[in-house]
């Protein structure tokens, strides 16, 4: 069975300063893996995937995530962060071998501070 | 082009009640998820439609249960609603077959008192 633990349950950063969300699954195949961001009363938006392509994966609003496989872990980084990062931050692994259900983490919130 | 339409965006139910949500997926998806989001539990699955037909299920009561059409707008049931039913619940579209990126829309927020 598939499973996702986001260390973390809230990050606090300053403007500018570096953004790190971290994610660990585990899979007994290989994972697709997935970032979403939830603005509060609103759905979920797609970050960036990973699907077994380059291990470095870059996504929208100048986030990325590196697959790890030696330690199963998918952080999403961002170099500088913005007011407008503030939001929940979820990651989510889902492998063919178990359909198409995604499986979430808890969520991290990330607050951003001026 | 349009996005996932989840209606109504909130409802309010009260204990024993049933109730029925809807989800429009984007324009030539055949696939549409569902999920349950709730402050304790996080994101769960609940099921997914493709082509009319249910082809996974999460770990939920049959108090759950969701059918699609055609069109593949999908609609969920949940019957003899209990004060835990009260969550944000997620609609999630994709084309189908080998595509793995899925489409979220906004939800439906349930509260049941």
């Known amino acids: 069975a598939q499973s996702v633990t986001q260390l973390g349950s809230h990050v606090s950063v300053s403007e500018g300063a570096l953004v790190l969300l971290r994610c660990n699954y585990s899979s007994s195949v290989p994972p697709y893996l997935f970032w979403y961001v939830q603005y509060p009363n609103q759905g979920l938006q797609l970050l960036l995937k990973y699907t077994s392509a380059a291990t470095l994966v870059k996504g929208i609003n100048g986030f990325e995530a590196e697959f790890k496989k030696s330690e199963t872990s998918f952080h999403l980084t961002k170099p500088s962060a913005h007011m407008s990062d503030a939001a929940e931050y979820f990651c989510a692994v889902r492998t063919n071998q178990a359909g198409t259900a995604l499986i979430f983490g808890k969520g991290t919130t990330l607050s951003v501070s001026s | 082009k349009a996005g996932v339409t989840q209606t109504p965006r909130y409802l309010i139910k009260t204990r024993g009640q049933q109730v029925t949500l809807s989800c429009s997926p984007i324009s030539g998806h055949r696939s549409v998820s569902w999920y349950q989001q709730t402050p304790g539990q996080g994101l769960q699955f609940l099921f997914e439609y493709f082509s009319e037909t249910q082809r996974n299920k999460g770990n939920f009561p049959g108090r759950f249960s969701g059918r699609q059409f055609s069109n593949s707008r999908s609609e969920m049931n949940v019957s003899t609603l209990e004060l835990g039913d009260s969550a944000l619940y997620l609609c999630?579209?994709?084309?189908?077959?080998?595509?793995?990126?899925?489409?979220f829309g906004q939800g439906t927020r349930l509260t049941v008192v």
């Open positions: 999630a579209s994709r084309r189908g077959g080998g595509d793995t990126e899925a489409f």
